[in-house]
Each structure stands twice: as C-alpha cells, then as structure tokens.
Nanobody, 122 residues
Framework: QVRLVESGGGLAQAGGSLRLSCAASGGTFSSYAVGWFRQAPGKEREFVSAISWRSSRTYNADAVTGRFTISRDNAKNTVYLQMNTLKPEDTAVYYC???????????????WGQGTQVTVSS
C-alpha cells in the first residue's frame, strides 16, 4: 500500500510559480508511475502530468505544456510538479496519484493523496 502526501500548494499571482511535492511511503516507490491531477470547483478531476517509472518519460496535458514540469527523485521517494507562468485557470486542488503505468484517466490510478490547494490570483 502506497501512501501519498502532497505539499507546496498555496496562493500565487498570475505569472508566478509554485512547486508541488508528492512524498510517498510504503511500497517500492521507484517501481510506480506517478501522476498529477487537478480538480476545480464544479468540474471533474483532470489529468495534468505524469512520469513513468521505467524511463522517467513525462507526459503533460496540453493546457500545461511548456509551463509545468514533472520530475522525480526516487532516492527521496518524492515527485515534484514545478508550475511556472501560472494562470487563474490553474486554480484547483492538485492531487498526486501512483500506479503501474502512466495514464490520463483517473480510474487507472489505484493510489491517491489528499490533495493540496493552489489558488492563482489575477
């Protein structure tokens, strides 16, 4: 059983940056793919970014390509989401997830954190 804890959320101005962290415990973290999803009020949870466990290949949603970067440090059991050039529409609760393979579908990820709030003001 993998336990995931997100941190690093908060308030940022448009054009600013935040770095989210997803710390894992339990299981063999280096063998899991890790993804970031977000959910804005009244909207469905959506895919943001993911990183594989084999090659650390990364995948990004079109809305964040060029602005967000996902990375992992297996020695620290942590995955990061560097978010630059933030926009008000990035405001959401951000969740990290772990699973066997990368996917943009929430149902494919068995393990989830509790989420961290990101608010971007204009």
């Amino acid at each position: 059983q993998v336990r995931l804890v997100e941190s690093g959320g908060g308030l940022a101005q448009a054009g600013g940056s935040l770095r989210l962290s997803c710390a894992a415990s339990g299981g063999t973290f280096s063998s899991y793919a890790v993804g970031w999803f977000r959910q804005a009020p009244g909207k469905e949870r959506e895919f943001v970014s993911a990183i594989s466990w084999r090659s650390s290949r990364t995948y990004n949603a079109d809305a964040v390509t060029g602005r967000f970067t996902i990375s992992r440090d297996n020695a620290k059991n942590t995955v990061y989401l560097q978010m630059n050039t933030l926009k008000p529409e990035d405001t959401a609760v951000y969740y990290c997830a772990a699973g066997g393979e990368t996917s943009d579908r929430t149902g494919d990820w068995p393990y989830w954190g509790q989420g961290t709030q990101v608010t971007v003001s204009s």
